[in-house]
């Protein structure tokens, strides 16, 4: 298991692999404050299948689920495996597709559900960091 941290951003990444550099802390902050508590975690597919399964009643595989835990901590939990798919799918890059899930779930832990207004924030925001 590899981790990485700041004192309110936190990496979990059980599969090992190489992650993009990204500016995470500042995107984190930039979305939800510097005050929030966020954990990251990179993980296989029958993980997020499992919680997928179990928190939202789908039994597939997705590329990302966002799980608010109170109002200023939540946790983002991200398979590599679907999201080199889905890029491919959406003619992305691995790495800016993988920014774009970020922010979205960034987005959904700010309270945020599908919507123009959510696709506004995340556009905004992919903006600023030249996603």
């Known amino acids: 298991m590899t981790s990485a941290s700041d004192s309110n951003f936190l990496i979990e990444n059980s599969v090992k692999a190489k992650l993009p550099s990204l ?3 500042a995107i984190k902050d930039t979305v939800l404050g510097k005050k929030y508590s966020l954990a990251l975690h990179i993980v296989d597919e029958a993980e997020i299948k499992r919680l997928n399964s179990t928190y939202r009643k789908i039994d597939e595989v997705t590329d990302i689920l966002s799980f608010p835990i109170s109002e200023d901590t939540g946790e983002i939990f991200i398979n590599l495996d679907k999201t080199k798919t889905e890029a491919v799918k959406f ?11 970020f922010i979205h779930g960034l987005v959904h832990l700010k309270g945020h559900d599908h919507s123009s207004t959510m696709e506004s924030i995340e556009k905004r925001i992919r903006s600023k960091f030249h996603i």
């Open 23 to 25: 500016a995470f802390v």
């Open 91 to 101: 003619e992305r890059t691995f790495e800016n597709f993988f920014a774009y899930l």
